[in-house]
């Protein structure tokens, strides 16, 4: 009797635990993204995008290697799968990343008769490209489709993570009032759904990050 209810105090530790973590983590990123995304861009062209970019690592990337070390007790690296099947990974990013750019390259030039804009910003490359590719799938497709998955069915983890990558975008659209557009909650839901089909499928965090990345670079350039 007392077993069990070790068993069951050590799961309801575990649960209280990743909570936690998951509530101070959206907490954080509300607080930067509604209250302190005019502070940070008010240092200029060059100086608000490195502190962007730091303050999205210090708010994903390091609490999640912090939680896989000490909490998990397993090396980062190894969790996220980023040092196993790196050549599949780098093979399957590129490959899907060519067709997704060959899809809105069709639909911009040939459907709607248009054309990329490549004159992008600082801050386009380094957040909007680079740091939304690493630390989005560090923390959802490596950390949390993959904690949800010890504990249910693969696409019962897919979907409810899709869901967590959807509401993350929320903060950001109230603030740039582009929470009601509707078609775009259908659009990061669905592509959530995909980036963790492909992180199943290849094994390796290598393959989302880049896809995440040329996905952001194409729909930018529109």
């Not at 490596?142 to 979907?159: C, D, P, R, S």
Request: glycine share 6%; aromatic share 20%.
């Amino acid at each position: 009797m007392e077993s069990r209810l070790s068993v069951a105090s050590e799961k309801n530790n575990e649960i209280k635990t990743k909570m936690g973590f998951l509530l101070l983590f959206y907490f954080s990123w509300t607080i930067k993204e509604l209250w302190l995304i005019d502070y940070i861009y008010s240092f200029g062209e060059i100086i608000s995008p490195l502190l962007e970019a730091f303050v999205k690592g210090f708010i994903w990337i390091v609490p999640t290697w912090l939680y896989i070390k000490y909490y998990l007790h397993t090396y980062p690296f190894d969790f996220l799968r980023m040092n196993v099947n790196v050549i599949r990974g780098l093979f399957w990013g590129v490959v899907l990343s060519l067709l997704v750019g060959i899809y809105f390259a069709f639909d911009t030039y040939i459907i709607n008769q248009q054309s990329f804009q490549f004159s992008l910003s600082i801050d386009d490359y380094l957040n909007v490209f680079l740091m939304a590719g690493i630390a989005e799938e560090i923390v959802f497709r490596g950390l949390i489709l993959q904690e949800i998955n010890k504990k249910m069915t693969f696409w019962k983890a897919n979907v409810l993570t899709a869901l967590l990558f959807l509401v993350i975008h929320y903060p950001v659209w109230i603030y740039n009032e582009k929470f009601f557009h509707f078609g775009t909650h259908v659009y990061v839901l669905i592509l959530g759904l995909l980036f963790g089909l492909v992180y199943k499928k290849t094994g390796s965090l290598w393959s989302v990050i880049i896809l995440h990345v040329l996905h952001n670079f194409f729909v930018t350039i529109i």
